[in-house]
């Protein structure tokens, strides 16, 4: 049977459903035309039916796409807040040794400052045995 849509769509023509005025002198051009409009409806309703289909497996799909990113999200969240703890760490791992070489500037300082004023007593150096 021949696709009565395999022409452009345009030219489909569903008329409608009340009879002309005299169809009982021409009832079989009119039953053609019932016929007609019978098959192409039957293949627009196919044509929506495979359009429904896919757009189910469409909707199914983009629900699983969804999924696996909402899980790949929640993992990169998870990396984010490892890395905003590791460089927390690192901020105070770096800030307690710049206190370490402060204290150890001003020591060095306050040993400079004692051997200029003379108050420090250097051993005598004895050879190692």
Not at 15 to 31: G, Q, T, V, Y
Not at 117 to 129: K, M, N, S, Y
Request: glycine fraction near 2%.
């Amino acid at each position: 049977m021949p696709n009565p849509l395999a022409h452009h769509p345009s030219m489909l023509i569903i008329r409608p459903d009340s009879l002309p005025r005299l169809w009982w002198l021409f009832p079989w051009s009119i039953a053609r035309q019932l016929h007609k409009n019978a098959v192409a409806l039957k293949a627009m309703s196919d044509r929506l039916d495979n359009a429904l289909t896919m757009q189910a497996h469409i909707i199914v799909d983009q629900s699983e796409e969804i999924a696996n990113l909402r899980t790949e999200a929640e993992r990169l969240a998870g990396n984010v807040n490892y890395w905003r703890i590791e460089a927390e760490t690192d901020h105070a791992r770096w800030l307690r040794v710049l206190e370490e070489n402060d204290k150890l500037r001003k020591q060095i300082a306050d040993i400079d400052a004692a051997i200029m004023l003379g108050r420090v007593i250097t051993p005598d150096a004895h050879p190692h045995e």
